[in-house]
């Protein structure tokens, strides 16, 4: 295993074969590690990953172009034998990226040693090594079952520090420093070194099945919010912002909270900026670039969210990982201006956010990729890093933000987070 300050000398080989099975959800989270899962899925598509032959790590307002530049170099030197051609197949790293360039939390592409994927009708097995691979790859054979206690997250106890960022953020919008400031809250727990954290994962990928159910170093969670993806000649994106809560026992208040949310000029108001700093982000990298007419209201089980997609046709071969740094961070996820918005948050947030916000997803030897805002999120640390060292416990830091602008009002906001704690306070149920 190596770091981005000693990169690997040794050529990187990559042996991607079919599966004559496409295996279903739960199989496919069965081939990852219980304690270390590295998951990427959605629908009908997505891969786990099993052990580590690379990891580089990589820090500071640099992060992007250093990941990018240390991809490019390992790329034109793999050798790469790969009849499937489908996204994701061959060599592959998943990544997972600070939000802040100031934020301590290392910003990682790892380079499993072994990937089961399938996407729609196909599947496949890829083995990554740093020596020539003389057979087929095979499927190793699933992890068993561990235990799961879970826990209960506290998300409706007061939180009076957040109230009050709410109100500071809000005055300072008043005042024209900024437009639209986001501001998130952090929950703190801790969970059992031995727990299955396929358990969640399955929970989030079952209930959660238009989103991205994504595991990379402790970080998990089912992100609504396609950052940018990279694949067949096209690239497209999603923007989120504007939210409200679901009224999921009637159907006439869910009705009208769709309702408010698609007349709301607040939340018309916020989703605008959000659509427009994707727009002039991505604009010098693509041409033939549209957007749905309106935004829509994209229902997921917990929130309704105002919603736009984004397509494009690449213009040059910048990679996926170049969209990224070009994209982060996004009006959704900091605010308007974005330098005037990340300024505040790093006052307003003093824990720092450290991968939340933060893109999350994954590249492959051509540079294409999928990406995501690491949303609906919990980070996992290591064992005996929760705060009682030697307890055989692994801390969990859960996140859930939203865009303040002018006249917003504390309570609500709070409630909204309320809201967007509910994927992983259901998935990490008892």
């Given at each position: 295993?190596?770091?981005?300050?000693?990169?690997?000398?040794?050529?990187?080989?990559?042996?991607?074969?079919?599966?004559?099975?496409?295996?279903?959800?739960?199989?496919?989270?069965?081939?990852?590690?219980?304690?270390?899962?590295?998951?990427?899925?959605?629908?009908?598509?997505?891969?786990?990953?099993?052990?580590?032959?690379?990891?580089?790590?990589?820090?500071?307002?640099?992060?992007?172009?250093?990941?990018?530049?240390?991809?490019?170099?390992?790329?034109?030197?793999?050798?790469?034998?790969?009849?499937?051609?489908?996204?994701?197949?061959?060599?592959?790293?998943?990544?997972?990226?600070?939000?802040?360039?100031?934020?301590?939390?290392?910003?990682?592409?790892?380079?499993?040693?072994?990937?089961?994927?399938?996407?729609?009708?196909?599947?496949?097995?890829?083995?990554?090594?740093?020596?020539?691979?003389?057979?087929?790859?095979?499927?190793?054979?699933?992890?068993?079952?561990?235990?799961?206690?879970?826990?209960?997250?506290?998300?409706?106890?007061?939180?009076?520090?957040?109230?009050?960022?709410?109100?500071?953020?809000?005055?300072?919008?008043?005042?024209?420093?900024?437009?639209?400031?986001?501001?998130?809250?952090?929950?703190?727990?801790?969970?059992?070194?031995?727990?299955?954290?396929?358990?969640?994962?399955?929970?989030?990928?079952?209930?959660?099945?238009?989103?991205?159910?994504?595991?990379?170093?402790?970080?998990?969670?089912?992100?609504?919010?396609?950052?940018?993806?990279?694949?067949?000649?096209?690239?497209?994106?999603?923007?989120?912002?504007?939210?409200?809560?679901?009224?999921?026992?009637?159907?006439?208040?869910?009705?009208?909270?769709?309702?408010?949310?698609?007349?709301?000029?607040?939340?018309?108001?916020?989703?605008?900026?959000?659509?427009?700093?994707?727009?002039?982000?991505l604009s010098p990298h693509v041409r033939e670039l549209h957007t749905s007419e309106e935004p829509y209201a994209l229902a997921l089980p917990?929130?309704?969210?105002?919603?736009?997609?984004?397509?494009?046709?690449?213009?040059?071969?910048?990679?996926?990982?170049?969209?990224?740094?070009?994209?982060?961070?996004?009006?959704?996820?900091?605010?308007?201006?974005?330098?005037?918005?990340?300024?505040?948050?790093?006052?307003?947030?003093?824990?720092?956010?450290?991968?939340?916000?933060?893109?999350?997803?994954?590249?492959?030897?051509?540079?294409?990729?999928?990406?995501?805002?690491?949303?609906?999120?919990?980070?996992?640390?290591?064992?005996?890093?929760?705060?009682?060292?030697?307890?055989?416990?692994?801390?969990?830091?859960?996140?859930?933000?939203?865009?303040?602008?002018?006249?917003?009002?504390?309570?609500?906001?709070?409630?909204?987070?309320?809201?967007?704690?509910?994927?992983?306070?259901?998935?990490?149920?008892?």
């Open positions: 295993m190596k770091t981005a300050s000693a990169l690997p000398s040794a050529v990187l080989h990559a042996t991607t074969r079919p599966l004559d099975r496409v295996p279903a959800q739960a199989e496919l989270l069965a081939y990852t590690d219980p304690q270390s899962p590295l998951v990427w899925m959605r629908g009908d598509r997505g891969a786990v990953g099993i052990g580590e032959v690379l990891r580089l790590e990589f820090h500071g307002p640099d992060r992007f172009a250093a990941a990018s530049r240390a991809w490019r170099e390992i790329a034109a030197a793999a050798v790469i034998d790969d009849p499937v051609r489908l996204p994701g197949s061959g060599l592959i790293a998943a990544g997972t990226f600070a939000f802040s360039a100031s934020d301590p939390a290392p910003s990682v592409l790892v380079v499993p040693r072994i990937v089961v994927s399938r996407h729609l009708g196909a599947a496949w097995i890829t083995e990554i090594g740093t020596e020539p691979i003389e057979r087929d790859p095979v499927l190793p054979e699933p992890f068993a079952p561990g235990p799961w206690t879970g826990l209960d997250l506290p998300v409706r106890e007061p939180d009076p520090a957040y109230l009050a960022g709410v109100r500071e953020a809000t005055s300072r919008i008043e005042r024209g420093s900024a437009e639209k400031i986001v501001l998130a809250r952090q929950l703190h727990s801790s969970i059992g070194a031995d727990e299955d954290l396929r358990v969640p994962l399955g929970r989030l990928a079952a209930r959660y099945d238009d989103c991205w159910t994504y595991a990379l170093d402790g970080m998990i969670g089912a992100s609504p919010e396609t950052l940018v993806r990279r694949t067949d000649g096209a690239i497209s994106a999603r923007v989120l912002a504007g939210t409200r809560g679901r009224k999921p026992g009637d159907a006439a208040d869910d009705e009208r909270a769709r309702t408010d949310l698609l007349t709301s000029s607040k939340e018309q108001h916020e989703h605008a900026f959000a659509v427009q700093s994707v727009i002039t982000a917990n929130v309704w969210h105002l919603a736009t997609e984004l397509g494009a046709v690449p213009d040059g071969a910048g990679s996926s990982l170049e969209l990224v740094a070009a994209l982060q961070p996004t009006a959704a996820v900091a605010g308007t201006p974005t330098s005037a918005a990340v300024a505040a948050i790093a006052e307003l947030e003093p824990a720092g956010r450290g991968r939340y916000a933060g893109p999350s997803g994954w590249i492959d030897a051509a540079g294409e990729g999928e990406w995501v805002i690491a949303l609906r999120c919990a980070q996992i640390g290591p064992v005996d890093a929760a705060d009682a060292p030697g307890s055989g416990r692994r801390r969990l830091t859960a996140y859930a933000g939203g865009g303040i602008v002018a006249g917003s009002d504390p309570e609500r906001e709070f409630g909204e987070t309320v809201s967007k704690f509910a994927p992983i306070v259901d998935a990490f149920a008892p």
